[in-house]
């Protein structure tokens, strides 16, 4: 069985734990990241491994999350991406979640494991 492993991007450090803990009381692996720069690292040389990414869509950088996200789905068509933000939806990439913060961690775990 593959080891579920998720990749959090979020620049706030408070938010980031939360989603890392949360994640991690469901038994999943978490690679934490606070830039899509991080983030696309780890994309690249683990990628084939993680099987969701988490991502706020404005992060600090010059990389925004949908700009993450939008290179994770080219690189792995099958990645389990879900977006979050504190404002309205963007043109998210086909195949991709979409939450509005604040959420429930419900939706967010429906989201992540589907």
Known sequence: MLKFIALVVEDDPF?????????????LQVV???S???AEL????TGNEL????????????MS???LAQFAKRRFPDLNVVMVSGR??????????????????DQLLDAVLK
Do not use: W
């Open 36 to 38: 899509a720069e991080a």
């Open 88 to 105: 309205g939806s963007p043109d998210v990439p086909h195949d991709t979640h979409f939450l509005t913060k604040p959420y429930m961690p």
């Open 42 to 45: 780890v994309l690249v040389s």
């Open 32 to 34: 934490e990241c606070a």
């Open 65 to 67: 999350g949908l700009e």
């Open 15 to 27: 938010q980031r734990s939360f989603l890392a803990d949360l994640l991690k009381d469901e038994g």
């Open 51 to 62: 099987r969701a990414l988490i991502t706020d869509i404005n992060l600090a950088g010059d």
